[in-house]
T-cell receptor, first 118, second 110 residues
Framework: GAVVSQHPSRVICKSGTSVKIECRSLDFQATTMFWYRQFPKQSLMLMATSNEGSKATYEQGVEKDKFLINHASLTLSTLTVTSAHPEDSSFYIC??????????????FGEGSRLTVL | EDQVTQSPEALRLQEGESSSLNCSYTVSGLRGLFWYRQDPGKGPEFLFTLYSAGEEKEKERLKATLTKKESFLHITAPKPEDSATYLCAVASGGSYIPTFGRGTSLIVHP
């Protein structure tokens, strides 16, 4: 149980284009999803928290107009990197917490998406 | 603000050479301490949750322990397949959003 699927695993795009990354909870309903960014040999940096049916809460320093997050259902959240630039190249990881995890804090992570902007 | 410090940053072991990874934390009202394993180019894989000092959990060659200030991940007789980055995270307060450490990169040589 507690499987989170993230797609695509790798994406290469040209500067100025937009890229959408999907995160799905396959066997549970994810009331809350989190999006992280990870640089090489660095820790996971929380970008935003999204609750189903409401606007995402962004961490300080994260541009909400650049990183659009939609959590339209209990099993799907999407991150769209708009007008991507080379500095947006990174490893993006989503995670999900089901209702049972509210009292435990346990997160289940997707496989990650490697974004390369040329 | 919650803080998590993991040490060492990197650790190289010979197969069968047991060792421990450290996770020191500062938090106001610990709700849970979590250990994850992350393989290169992959998302973290959940290992353990510890809730209170004195608690221990085991899974195969791994054993996690918790005190009021730190947690240890003990690896007994490691194998090359145990090579990975091990992440520690803590959650506090009502939001339960974990704060992650930078991880310990473990390499086990055959």
């Amino acid at each position: 149980g507690a499987v989170v699927s993230q797609h695509p695993s790798r994406v290469i795009c040209k500067s100025g284009t937009s890229v959408k990354i999907e995160c799905r909870s396959l066997d549970f309903q994810a009331t809350t999803m989190f999006w992280y960014r990870q640089f090489p040999k660095q820790s996971l940096m929380l970008m935003a928290t999204s609750n189903e049916g409401s606007k995402a809460t962004y961490e300080q320093g994260v541009e909400k107009d650049k990183f659009l997050i939609n959590h339209a259902s209990l099993t799907l959240s999407t991150l769209t990197v708009t007008s991507a630039h080379p500095e947006d190249s990174s490893f993006y990881i989503c995670s999900a917490r089901g209702a049972g995890g509210l009292s435990t804090g346990e997160l289940f992570f997707g496989e990650g998406s490697r974004l390369t902007v040329l | 603000e919650d803080q998590v410090t993991q040490s060492p940053e990197a650790l190289r072991l010979q197969e069968g050479e047991s060792s421990s990874l450290n996770c020191s934390y500062t938090v106001s009202g610990l709700r849970g301490l979590f250990w994850y394993r992350q393989d290169p180019g992959k998302g973290p894989e959940f290992l353990f949750t510890l809730y209170s000092a004195g608690e221990e959990k085991e899974k195969e060659r791994l054993k996690a322990t918790l005190t009021k200030k730190e947690s240890f991940l003990h690896i007994t007789a490691p194998k090359p397949e145990d090579s990975a980055t091990y992440l520690c995270a803590v959650a506090s307060g009502g939001s339960y959003i974990p704060t992650f450490g930078r991880g310990t990169s473990l390499i086990v040589h055959p």
